[in-house]
């Protein structure tokens, strides 16, 4: 404000010396001379004027008035790309090299003209930007090929594809399953090893991944499928990840001309995941030379071979029944690489499934209830429709309704937290069997 001031004022003597100069030469000189003074006089002011604008434009002020630092190079830096390249080449190395580096030495501008919450907007930017460019950087550096004596560590590989999380889970949620933990383990091993090779370019065509899971119900096939999905996507062999749960019913059709379109639809959905198949048996009846349950096991083998590096099939039933069908057909038995067998879990790992269950819904049993809850899983064990872990988990919801019931049978009572959480015998055993 104090410096425009004597600017102002200069200005207007000079205007007024020039008008009283041109009043005397109006009274002196003939018109011929008047107009030629005239016109040089206009011809100076404008002249002037330009290159007054001109100067202030560019001067130190105005440019860090408008943001620029000419000092950090930010002059050079914040120029039309176009044009950078142009004068690229006449910029001395000096300034390209202080302009590269400019904009996070930049002094951050007064706080008094900064918007309300810029200051966050800015470091959150400039906090994405930085995280982009490492990120950037390790995906170039991870794709750049190797040079023969250098070396990797598995541990690094695992904690770059970020599945160490996943088997920690498969190892803490999941109880007992020893062989298949191990089988999970081996396949993942194999990927990252895979992995590992790619990066010293050793080719390799990609593993067979289609597999089988054998056991009985509630056994952990579906849960454990859902891993290897995810397994699979970290590790980069597939691209979505998800798993499309299928039985029979949903690929194969009643009719003439029903299978096909039905089995491309599912296989459809499945692109870019897990294609988990349910009883998968039931896809061949023997017994039923019409059936058409082998025109989509035709489909499935052709797409199996074909799609082999966007989806994986994992088939799922009992052992035996998955057995006789591999028997039947051995176009399908050759193509899985990989048999999973879930067995039947022992009393203790049941009540062990059971306390996670319980542990992750703030419920626990009782001491007398531990005791109750194993005998009557081992009756529960030897009959017919016994779904392991599924029972387990349909015991508790029961016992958590009994619970619930004998508390609120006697309303007038102060009930604890820990009552809310603990289970008696009377919860957990039917009244019959009391
Ligand atoms: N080893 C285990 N530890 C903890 N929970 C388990 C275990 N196995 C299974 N479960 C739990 O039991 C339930 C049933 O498991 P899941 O659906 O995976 O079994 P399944 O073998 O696919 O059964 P089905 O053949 O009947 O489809 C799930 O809630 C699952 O989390
Ligand atoms: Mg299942």
Redesign the pocket.
């Not at 949620?173 to 399953?177: A, D, F, K």
């Not at 009985?216 to 499928?225: F, I, L, N, S």
């Not at 779904?387 to 599924?390: D, E, F, G, I, L």
């Given at each position: 404000m104090w410096g425009t001031r004597p600017r102002h004022s200069g200005l207007g003597i000079l205007l007024l010396g020039v008008t009283a100069a041109l009043l005397m030469a109006w009274l002196r000189l003939s018109h011929v001379l008047f107009g030629i003074v005239a016109g040089f006089t206009a011809a100076s002011l404008a002249v002037f004027a330009i290159t007054r604008n001109g100067w202030r434009q560019t001067s130190p002020q105005s440019l860090t008035s408008r943001g620029i630092f000419p000092d950090s190079g930010q002059a050079f830096g914040g120029m039309d790309p176009g044009l950078r390249r142009e004068i690229g080449p006449i910029i001395p190395a000096a300034v390209t090299r202080r302009t590269s580096g400019a904009r996070t030495r930049r002094p951050a501008p007064s706080p008094a003209w900064r918007p309300e919450g810029a200051a966050a907007a800015t470091a959150r930017a400039t906090a994405a930007a930085t995280a982009r460019a490492t990120r950037g950087g390790q995906t170039r550096r991870r794709n750049e090929t190797l040079q023969p004596d250098a070396t990797i560590t598995l541990s690094g590989e695992r904690l770059a594809a970020g599945i160490d999380g996943l088997f920690a889970s498969l190892d803490s949620?999941?109880?007992?399953?020893v062989p298949v933990k191990k089988k999970v383990e081996e396949i993942g091993s194999l990927l990252l090893v895979d992995r590992a090779r790619q990066r010293f370019g050793l080719s390799a065509s990609r593993p067979n991944l289609h597999m089988c899971?054998t056991?009985?119900?509630?056994?952990?096939?579906?849960?454990?499928?859902l891993m290897m999905a995810d397994l699979l996507h970290r590790l980069g062999y597939l691209e979505k990840g998800h798993l499309v749960h299928a039985m029979r019913d949903d690929l194969v059709g009643e009719y003439i001309g029903h299978t096909a379109p039905k089995t491309k639809q599912v296989l459809g959905r499945a692109m870019g995941g897990v294609l988990f198949i349910?009883e998968a048996y039931t896809l061949y009846r023997a017994e039923d030379s019409k059936d058409y349950g082998q025109e989509c096991l035709d489909i499935l083998m052709q797409v199996m071979e074909n799609e082999r590096d966007k989806l994986v099939v994992i088939l799922?039933g009992y052992k035996d029944r998955m057995d006789h069908f591999f028997e039947c057909n051995p176009g399908m038995s050759s193509r899985i690489a990989h048999h999973l067998d879930?067995a039947e879990?022992e009393v203790g790992?049941l009540l062990?499934?059971g306390g996670?269950?319980l542990d992750r819904s703030s419920y626990y049993l009782s001491a007398e209830a531990v005791a109750a809850f194993r005998d009557h899983l081992a009756l529960r064990m030897k009959e017919p429709r016994f779904?392991?872990?599924?029972s387990?988990?349909n015991e508790l919801e029961s016992a958590r309704l009994r619970h619930a019931y004998r508390l609120a049978a006697d309303p007038e009572r102060h009930w604890s937290k820990d009552d809310l959480m603990r289970l008696e015998p009377p919860d957990i055993l039917p009244a019959r069997d009391r």
């Open positions: 949620e999941l109880i007992g399953l899971f056991g009985a119900p509630g056994t952990g096939k579906t849960t454990v499928a349910d799922a879930f879990y790992e062990a499934i996670l269950m779904a392991n872990a599924r387990v988990r």
